[in-house]
Every structure is written in structure tokens, then in C-alpha cells.
């Protein structure tokens, strides 16, 4: 098979189907927010040097997810793969679901692999974490796996990185013990995370920028704490909305599935807000977390100007 296709929402697990494919190969790397679909069949067009396989992965390949390609491109990227290089393996990556019927129909099914992982629910992700404990000789019990994906915010990439850290921790193969994931992992971190957010959202400037230094040393992923704030922006939005239709904190609670206890923070917060504050700070998270994943904008620049608006 000369052309892959991988759509995934882990870099991890993304990285590792690369891997399986380019095996001890050096691969050339690009990226389509800074290079054209033109230059980059052009580039799998050109025969190796040396006469070896040469092996081409294309990160943000998000044509795959339904962006527009242009005609050209298309018409370029359907004639490679109806007769793709045979001395070239290339291999399109995305972070986005697969959403690219129109393309298919008109190439030929037999030259190209897909890889898709759809979104994982919990169950896959249990697996994954079993699966990548056990390749290592190390056991992990349901209870500890739970704390993990529950302090990790079901991030797979978040998990392994806390993994590999335990495992560093114990040296050598064995069962991981509960209590040792509570003290190495999830309290200080999540502790440090939804103190962040709070402060965001009570627009402490100085603090905030504290915090997420704080955060950064503890290798606290940007992208993470993005979503934990548009999710206490959504909830505000929603309390917001519910006010106008004099809703009952009863029923507010048991249309959010909210405890008496956060709901109680959240209307509070939501007071200090108006609709269109709290519609914008969604907006600008959306679009910071699109454009971090696509990789046009630095994560950590990103996020810290996101505060220095949202905090004034």
C-alpha cells in the first residue's frame, strides 16, 4: 500500500500508527497550513535518490475532514492516487473526522488505506490505557483508570504523559498502586487547573498568569485548560439564558445535571456577565483551539492572549 490516510483525535495513537508504517525509516515531514497539496504530491512524485522507498507524512491534512480544497489541488490530489508513485509512500493525517465522500468516489479504493479512529468513548479509552500499560509489563486496576481519565479530562494524550510519568517513577515493572496515581497525578493538578479557571473567570489578570505558569512547569497541556474554560463559560451562557425563562435553580440544576452546590457558583459568576461577553469568550476559545490543533497558532501565545482580553 502506497498511500494511508489516518484520521484520529490522539496524536499518540496517530504517531504510533505512523510508526507502524515508516517502521525504522526516515520520513519527510510537512505541514498543510504552511505548504500546498501541489507541492506536496509533487515532492511523492520525485524517486528517491538512493532507489529506497521514500516515505512523505503530511500532518493537518484537513481536506480529509471536508475543508475545501481548491480545483486544482483536487484534481491533482485524485490523478496521484488513481497512480501514486510505487517507489513513494505517503501518508495524510488528521485530527478531524473523515468527511471527504466526494473525493472518493472519484479515486481508485485499491491504492489508498484509511485508518480512522472515530471518536473514542470511555470504553475505548479504557482499553487504550490497558492495552498501553500492559505493553509495557505493568498492570493497572479499573478504580485507577477511572482516577485517571477523570483527572485527565478524558484526553488520551494527557493520560499516557501521566502514565509514563508513574512508570518513571516506579523504575521497574509492576502493578500500579492507587494511591501512588492520587499523589503523583490528579489532585494538585486538577486543584491547580479549576483554580486557574476560577481566576480567569473572577478576571484576575496577575493571577491567572500565575497559575498557568504554574500549570505550563507541571506540563499542564494549553489545550486542556481551554476546554475546562469554554465549558464554565457554556454553563454560564446556559444559566444566563435560563434566567430570561424564569427558570427555578431547581430545574436549572436538573436541566444541567448540576449540583445545588455548582449551580450556586455558576449563577454567581453568571451575574457578572453579559450574554454577548460570555458569547464572545466562546467564540475566541473555539477558534484558539482550532487553530492550536491545525497548528497555525502557538499554544501558549494563544492562551495568554486570550487572557489579556478576557481579564480586563
Known sequence: MNIYIISCESYHLMDKEIAKIVKDNHYLLFNMNNISLSDI???????????????????????????????NDQKKLITYINNPNINTVIIFT??????????????????????????????????????YVKERNYEI?????????DNSYSSLDIIFNELDKIMLFYLKPQKINFKDINNLVGIEINNNSFRFVNLVIEKNLSESLKSL??????????????????????????????????LTKYEMCQELQLRDWQLNKIYNNAITYSKTELEKNLVDLCNIDLNIKKGIWDKDIALYGFLLEACI
Do not use: C
Not at 472519484?106 to 470511555?122: H, P, V
Not at 486496576?141 to 481519565?149: A, E, G, T
Open 41 to 71: 504530491i509533487e515532492e511523492a512524485n520525485y524517486f528517491s535518490l538512493t532507489g529506497e522507498t521514500k516515505y512523505i507524512v503530511v500532518k493537518n491534512a484537513d481536506f480529509l475532514g471536508g475543508e475545501k480544497l481548491e480545483d
Open 94 to 131: 488528521t485530527l478531524k473526522p473523515l468527511a471527504w465522500k466526494k473525493i472518493e468516489k472519484e479515486i481508485n479504493a485499491n491504492n489508498y488505506q484509511i485508518i480512522n479512529y472515530n471518536k473514542l468513548d470511555k470504553k475505548s479509552i479504557i482499553n487504550e490505557i490497558t492495552k
Open 141 to 149: 486496576d479499573y478504580q485507577s483508570i477511572n482516577y485517571l481519565i
Open 213 to 246: 505558569n504554574d500549570l505550563k512547569i507541571n506540563k499542564v497541556e494549553p489545550i486542556s485548560l481551554v476546554a475546562l474554560l469554554a465549558r464554565e463559560y457554556r454553563l454560564m451562557y446556559y444559566v444566563k439564558k435560563m434566567q430570561e425563562k424564569n
